[in-house]
């Protein structure tokens, strides 16, 4: 269906966007475009430069983040991608926690001389102020993964831009629900749509959002180089759960503020983090540009490392299990993974929040910190 969609709100653009054309002849969802080559004169030249089934999806995602959209094969394809535009000896300023494996490519990068690498606590403006100068590219992810700290993105990239250094954020935990970086003037938005995106833990894929059409250009031939294309099935499953997007991550976030609630007068508790919370630290804070406050959550328990890995493999409804933004939950303690940042604490256990009904969660939950 093509029509102006510029006043709709955002959970329906999930459902609108991206649909073929109204005509009589066609189903109202885009089919499996299964084509490795193309006839002469076709607008697509080759399958490792166009798919509709990417066009598809890329229509819909680009709709939520307010900017023309590439996916790729993987999260971290997308964000591959993304610094590979940037000229040898960069200069990098990032948060010293985050995603792991943006964490474990950046200091690679820095170790190699491939990039200038600053690592700094993203939630403290005036360090990250100060480490502008000189910077080639800032990059932001808020909340971290899996801390849940607070970048405070209209100021930083406001700054940013102000100096005219690239901006990129990885918008995965919150989702253009939450915020809306390129509005705030970012450069590039990356998303997991492995996660909340598609929902249903079936799919690897990744995305960059931007509104610079010289940047586009750049992401896209990186993306046809380096050959990190999704898969027309994959595309089209990640389609598919960005229909019940809003719905999924509505219902999710409901139940992480519950829960966060409940968490944080157990005595076995002894830190809940999520900022929903109105005495957490980033609150007032996030509070200010985000419409919610996301669907994961991390506490620290009262107990050991050990006694964290046994909590986690004690429940029934949520699984032990890596990633998130699945309709189901999962957690696991952060730091079992050798390339998770030091800093975070050893008996963190991040929670990824699903659908199911919040009280059963909550006895489940509780079963599990009896274990321990």
Not at 86 to 105: D, I, Q
Not at 115 to 129: A, E, H, M, R
């Amino acid at each position: 269906m093509s029509h102006d969609a510029s006043h709709e709100k955002l959970s329906t653009r999930a459902i609108t966007a991206g649909r073929p054309d109204d005509k009589v002849e066609n189903g109202i969802n885009h089919s499996i475009s299964l084509n490795s080559t193309f006839g002469a004169g076709s607008p697509i030249a080759y399958g490792r430069t166009g798919n509709q089934t990417w066009s598809a999806t890329e229509s819909a995602i680009g709709a939520l983040e307010g900017g023309s959209t590439l996916i790729f094969s993987s999260g971290m394809a997308a964000i591959t991608a993304a610094l590979s535009i940037l000229k040898p000896g960069a200069r990098v300023v990032a948060s010293h926690e985050g995603y792991s494996g943006v964490m474990t490519l950046l200091k690679q990068h820095h170790a190699s001389g491939r990039f200038i690498v600053t690592f700094l606590d993203i939630s403290q403006t005036d360090q990250v102020l100060s480490a502008l100068k000189d910077a080639d590219l800032l990059w932001l992810e808020s909340p971290t993964n899996p801390c849940l700290d607070v970048a405070e993105l209209p100021q930083l990239i406001s700054a940013a831009k102000a100096l005219d250094i690239l901006v990129m954020v990885d918008n995965t935990f919150a989702t253009a629900l939450t915020q809306r970086p390129l509005t705030l003037g970012a450069d590039v938005v990356m998303n997991s749509v492995t996660k909340f995106l598609s929902g249903h833990s079936d799919v690897l894929m990744g995305s960059l959002s931007t509104e610079n059409p010289e940047i586009l250009q750049k992401l896209e031939d990186a993306r046809q180089l380096l050959g990190s294309i999704a898969g027309p099935f994959e595309a089209w499953l990640a389609l598919r759960g960005i229909r019940t997007f809003p719905l999924r991550f509505h219902k999710a976030c409901e139940n992480a503020l519950e829960l966060a609630h409940r968490l944080s007068t157990h005595p076995k508790v002894a830190r809940v983090r999520y900022p929903g919370l109105p005495t957490d630290s980033q609150h007032e804070r996030a509070k200010k540009f985000m419409k919610t406050f996301g669907a994961v959550l991390s506490f620290e328990i009262v107990g050991s490392p050990a006694d964290a890995d046994r909590l986690c493999d004690s429940s029934s409804i949520i699984s032990h299990a890596t990633s998130l933004g699945g309709v189901e939950s999962l957690w696991e303690r952060r730091r079992r993974w050798p390339s998770e940042s030091p800093s975070v604490p050893e008996n963190l256990i991040r929670l990824s929040v699903g659908c199911e009904d919040v009280d059963d969660l909550w006895t489940d939950i509780q079963g599990a910190l009896a274990a321990i």
